[in-house]
């Protein structure tokens, strides 16, 4: 239902104040990114390295005092420093977020700033009484066993004060290029994505929102028990005569989704339609459809539609969650000695390492047969890893 | 009966190829193929749906062209049958039923055909047209179940029989590409594609104890279960080759017409896949794909084809009317491990389809690919004995057949003596 017009009067007037902020080397690289777009958010970076941070400007920068108290090229990989430093910056934090609404955080976990930052800005945020999603990307499967363990058990830390953590695998990210792409594109996509994410993220939450609203939807169906979300988005110009055929498409193909085996098993999503004011009302029922099929049948669905300002562009954002059923990462203040004492462990679920693709049958008719789409090959579809040679 | 022999045109216009194969039918029935042509679609039609018409015009031309010139005959256009298929073809049963209203209260051709004729005014969903009716069999005052009714007292028959249908603008499509070929089909020329197969691939005891015939073309999968008199159940599954082939090379990052070649070719043999790499030659660069992924990927699609298939009959149902197992033709036939894989399956025997009644030097009709094609010339000759013999019903029609071919018998017998 519309929301009435006071409402909405109020809304453009005071907007959702949303900060975002980068942990360490990753983090810095995707916000280095987002100062690039239009978007008029707080952003600031945090980390320890000072090459790292040259590459920014157009935003506040967060460091120790004292000129990184002798650690000017980062912690080397050592979580024990970066805690250290994360800990000084304590205050420059909560100044930071101080009056906004939400935190957006990007980080890459496994090393030693993000890591380490990341649980600690998640407490400030908790105790500013501020909401917070994490966009965190794990480590490359090559990287090692050890920096692996060193991610999960950072995301451990985190999961228990952050509202949404949103992990994602590096390698989803690559296993979508083909493996001839130069590496310095294949880094930069990487970049991309993480970044268009967070801007979609961010956008969802400041529009005017039509069908329901999205923030207290989101957190509704995130707060009841700890979760695991994907996220993934397609956009289309709405010149072509299939626009909302072709976002859909391009929301499933998402590299951060992990495929429509990760759609399936979602608990509850949010699917969120932001087009101009003056896309009929058949293109977004259709849409909508489109992506509630691939849900499960007895998924929570909240439908979000919000006026975009750009009449051109129809997008589609989905974002999947999936309740942890051993509410082992209940939100809870309990602390962390409890949890260890338990000696439970956080494992992330094996996410499939491509992204389904039609192939030969991408521009023909639909061929669905109980919510499967029979032209994506079976194995992507069942997500089976198949050894493709040498 | 004929005066001479009839030449017919049959044609399958299938997702991977569309093939014509001109034959003469004799006065006795004996059918020889004298000439095919055919023409590759190149992704014309996906899926058993037309995607470029004028191509698929064009390519049928051709393919005409190509088998009057190999058969030395020319085409009659009131002698083409086609077969058709595509994306919601289903089988319903309808009953029709006749009061007998003569003094002696006996069953005669009169009432049969009243009878049929009422079971073809079924309902049918929106837009969807009646493709083909099968005779089924006949019940008598309510409760007893005939094959042939004539001369039987009774005051009520009825027919049942069971009517494939379609989307009207499948029909329509197919009808308008003969159009702009230059053949305007007026008659019943259509038939959907696995009863023109059953017409050369079944036998009597397939028929008796009850068969699926599995059609796994290039882009879709027909099935049908023939049981007793007429047929029991039919679909359309759009899922072919096409789809495996889709998923080799989406598997092992490989060209779409290197993986239909290693499908399609005879590349993947039985033998072949007890060695642990298939190489393949890429650029001056070999690949070495493990066997047992290969035959993963295939089985995985195959398997799916085969669950949707039981899904859609029922599997109490399929176990019910298949005693003679499982017949499978079309261009998935050749895959080396189908018929293994629906062994396993269906837990029943499992044959590749072969072709009957059909004489002539064309080799290429052995394979099922083209069962379909060759089952079209035989049911083009059966209309055209059937409307010279009797001229009563122009349709696919089994149980006349039966009576016709059976009076023929009896009168060659009588002319012997």
């Known amino acids: 239902m519309k929301q009435s017009e006071s409402e909405n009067n109020e809304k453009y007037s005071n907007p959702a104040k949303i900060a975002i902020l980068g942990l360490g080397g990753a983090g810095v690289k995707i916000c280095a990114e987002l100062v690039k777009t239009a978007l008029k958010f707080d952003i600031a970076v945090l980390d320890f390295d000072e090459k790292s941070l040259m590459s920014f400007s157009g935003g506040k920068i967060i460091t120790p005092k004292n000129s990184f108290h002798g650690y000017s090229s980062g912690t080397g990989g050592d979580i024990i420093v970066g805690e250290r430093l994360s800990s000084l910056c304590r205050q420059k934090i909560s100044e930071f977020l101080n009056g906004h609404e939400i935190l957006i955080a990007i980080a890459g976990m496994g090393g030693g700033s993000g890591s380490a930052a990341a649980p600690i800005v998640a407490r400030e945020a908790k105790k500013c009484g501020i909401q917070t999603i994490f966009l965190v990307t794990l480590p490359f499967s090559f990287e090692g066993h050890k920096r692996r363990i060193l991610a999960e058990k950072s995301i451990e830390n985190l999961i228990i004060d952050a509202d949404i953590v949103i992990p994602i695998a590096n390698d989803i990210l690559f296993s979508s290029m083909p493996a001839d792409s130069p590496f310095a594109e294949a880094f930069l996509k990487a970049d991309i994505e993480i970044t268009k994410a967070t801007e979609e993220l961010s956008k969802i939450f400041t529009s005017e929102n039509y069908i329901s609203s999205t923030l207290p939807n989101l957190k509704n169906i995130v707060n009841r028990k700890k979760t695991t ?4 988005y397609g ?20 590299p951060l989704l992990g495929g429509l085996s990760e759609v399936r098993k979602s608990d509850a999503a949010l699917i969120v339609i932001s087009a101009g004011e003056k896309i009929g009302i058949g293109p977004i029922k259709r849409t909508f459809e489109r992506v509630k099929i691939q849900l499960k049948d007895d998924a929570e669905i909240v439908c979000v539609l919000s006026k975009s300002p750009d009449e051109k562009s129809f997008k589609v954002t989905l974002i999947g969650i999936k309740y942890d059923e051993t509410n082992l990462f209940q939100k809870t203040t309990q602390k ?10 956080y494992t992330q679920d094996e ?6 693709k039609k192939g030969i049958f991408t521009n023909s008719s639909d061929n669905f047969y109980k919510n499967q789409d029979l032209d994506i090959p079976v194995f992507q579809r069942k997500g089976i890893n198949i050894d493709p040679g040498q | 009966m004929f005066k001479k022999k009839e030449v017919i045109t049959a044609v399958d216009i ?15 029935g004996n059918i020889t193929a004298l000439g095919l042509g055919e023409r590759e679609t190149n992704d014309a039609i996906i899926k058993g749906e037309i995607r470029k018409f004028e191509d698929v015009v064009e390519k049928l031309s051709a393919a005409l062209g190509d088998a009057v010139v190999n058969s030395d005959r020319e085409i009659n256009s009131e002698n083409i049958f086609f077969s058709v298929t595509g994306k919601g073809i289903k089988a319903q049963e309808s009953m029709g039923a006749v009061t007998i209203l003569n003094e002696e209260r006996r069953i005669t051709n009169f009432e049969i055909n009243e009878a049929v ?45 069971f009517c494939v249908y379609g989307n009207a603008s499948i029909v329509e499509n197919y009808k308008n590409i003969f159009s702009d070929v230059g053949y305007d089909i007026k008659h019943k020329a259509d038939i959907f594609a696995p009863l023109a197969s059953s017409r050369v691939c079944l036998s009597e005891d397939d028929l008796r104890n009850g068969v699926l015939l599995v059609d796994m073309g290039a882009g879709t999968t027909e099935y049908a279960i023939f049981h007793g008199n007429g047929f ?48 393949l030659q890429r650029s001056g660069i070999s690949r070495r794909i493990p066997t047992s992924s290969l035959e993963s990927v295939m089985k995985l699609r195959i398997n799916e084809v085969f669950e949707i298939l039981n899904d859609s009959i029922g599997e109490k149902e399929l176990k019910q009317h298949i005693g003679n197992g499982v017949i499978l033709s079309g261009g998935g036939a050749n895959i080396a491990t189908v018929i293994r894989l629906a062994e396993d399956f269906f837990q029943t025997t499992v044959r590749r389809s072969g072709v009957r009644s059909i004489d002539g030097t064309i080799s290429k009709l052995k394979d099922p690919r083209y069962c379909c094609l060759a089952g079209l010339l035989k049911y083009g000759s059966e209309i055209k004995l059937s409307g010279k013999s009797s001229g009563i019903i122009q349709e696919v029609d089994k149980w006349l057949w039966k009576i016709i071919t059976k009076s023929w018998k009896s009168l060659s017998e009588a002319v012997r003596i």
């Open chain 1, 229 to 232: 979300c994907i996220i993934g």
């Open chain 1, 235 to 254: 956009e289309s110009k709405v010149e072509s005569s299939d626009f909302s055929v072709r976002a859909v498409e391009q929301l499933f193909d998402s």
């Open chain 1, 336 to 345: 962390k000695h409890l949890l260890e004492k338990k000696k439970t462990t």
């Open chain 1, 351 to 356: 996410l499939p390492l491509f992204t389904p």
């Open chain 2, 14 to 28: 299938g997702t991977s190829k569309i093939s014509v194969l001109i034959g003469e039918a004799d006065p006795s």
């Open chain 2, 117 to 161: 004729k009422n079971s073809k005014q079924c309902s049918l969903p929106p837009n969807n047209i009646a493709i083909n009716f099968v005779l089924s069999d006949f019940i008598i005052d309510g409760h007893k179940r005939v094959e042939d009714p004539k001369g039987l007292s009774a005051s009520k028959l009825e027919s049942l029989s």
């Open chain 2, 232 to 279: 029991f159940n039919c679909g359309v599954i759009q899922v072919g080759c096409d789809h495996i082939a889709n998923d080799i090379s989406a598997a092992f990052d490989i060209h779409i017409s290197e993986a239909r070649k290693m499908i399609v070719s005879n590349l993947l043999t039985e033998d072949f896949l007890k060695e642990q790499y298939v190489i």
